[in-house]
């Protein structure tokens, strides 16, 4: 989350309009640049969970409750005018190298928020984190993360698994939901 505060002059450090160097990402504009980067690779594996989804092998019950789940997610992100649904799955798209079948580095990410053309389709994406690291849309925040820390859990139990997220937010003694 970027330092700053509903009001803070900083929340204005990323200007859609204006172009940032690779200094940028990787100095005063990291923390917002990386967070998008995150989200934007999240939305590449829910696309991917949702188009192999026929190929899943869940029982009725669970394929179901996945769904739901990817549902909850989605949704969080488009509460209070958030990242619309149509979007979300846009921007994972945007994510992959398709011939390579893998996801964008951070620095190919970087250089295609440096082109105006591209940027565009992540401008909610920014704004979604600029108004989160201004401290609004809180209950925003709140559910999504009760979204994201549930299906999480949920997929750690299909695979049998540890809970990851609450166990890497332990070892780096952080709280979280």
Known sequence: ???CRKGDERIFLWMPQSGKDADWFNGAGCALASSLYLTACLFAQLKKVRDDFPYLRLAAADDTRLAALLLGVQRGYLLDEGIYYVTQPS????????????????????????DPGQRVWF?????????TAGGGKRERVSRL??????LSDFLDDCVGGGHSIRTRLAAEGAEFG
């Open 1 to 3: 989350m970027l330092p």
């Open 91 to 114: 921007i994972g798209q945007l994510m992959w190298v398709q011939d390579q079948d893998r996801l964008l580095t951070y620095r190919e990410f970087c250089c295609l928020l440096q």
């Open 123 to 131: 401008d909610r994406l920014i704004w979604f984190h600029l108004e």
């Open 145 to 150: 993360i009760a979204a994201i820390l549930e």
